[in-house]
């Protein structure tokens, strides 16, 4: 059974860093394209990066929002997937999810998800 | 970046009745389109990936349909369990946009 469990929320202040954690397990994390999903608390579901299995590369897309200042990482060895999150901003806290899934037109899967409070 | 435009934005309805939900792109996506289900404080439900093909586990009762800019999530009964929020979210191109989300609630 696939599950994922994101880890690193919490309250940090302006200006400042963090970074989220998603540990994977019940599948072949290297062969799964590994993203984030953001939602500001009563708001709707907002796309945040994605980063393609080495097979494809491991390249990276990101939305505009947060290019320049949030990475996505993966480490295959541990099945874990990062989101270093640098240069925060108040309206990037929202409870952050991680997916997985292994091609485009196939199901991904989601955590539970982290919280990210950004306030001074 | 592809426009998601789901209809309605909320709607109520009875236990038994049959509900549909439209979501369409700015652009055509092919059959690149998911359908979640989200309930308060808990994660996003996949029911509806490639635009028709049921996740594993969901009822019967959810089937998605269309191709193109037009799409459809359809409950043909529904039941208590189904009152929740639902997105669309396009797979096509990159950023990946989601419908603005429709909540169905008890009338």
């Known amino acids: 059974e696939v599950h994922l469990v994101e880890s690193g929320g919490g309250l940090v202040q302006p200006g400042r860093s963090l970074r989220l954690s998603c540990r994977a397990s019940g599948f072949t994390f290297g062969d799964y394209a590994m993203s984030w999903v953001r939602q500001a608390p009563g708001k709707g579901l907002e796309w945040v990066t994605l980063?393609?299995?080495?097979?494809?590369?491991?390249?990276?897309e990101y939305a505009a929002s947060v290019e320049d200042r949030f990475t996505i990482s993966r480490d295959d060895s541990k099945s874990i997937a990062y989101l270093q999150m640098n240069s925060l901003k108040t309206e990037d806290t929202a409870l952050y999810y991680c997916s997985c899934s292994i091609g485009w037109l196939e199901p991904d899967y989601w955590g539970q998800g982290t919280l990210v409070t950004v306030s001074s | 970046d592809i426009q998601m435009t789901q209809s309605p934005s909320s709607l109520s309805a009875s236990v038994g009745d049959r509900v549909t939900i439209t979501c369409r792109a700015s652009?055509?996506?092919?059959?690149?389109l998911n359908w979640y289900q989200q309930k308060p404080g808990k994660a996003p439900k996949l029911l509806i990936y490639a635009a028709s093909r049921l996740q594993s586990g969901v009822p019967s009762r959810f089937s998605g349909g269309g191709s193109g800019t037009d799409f459809t999530l359809t409950i043909s009964s529904l039941q208590p369990e189904d009152f929740s929020t639902y997105y669309c979210q396009q797979t096509y191109r990159f950023p990946r946009t989601f419908g603005q989300g429709t909540k169905v609630a008890i009338k």
């Open positions: 652009q055509s996506i092919s059959t690149y």
């Open positions: 980063i393609r299995s080495e097979a494809y590369g491991g390249t990276i």
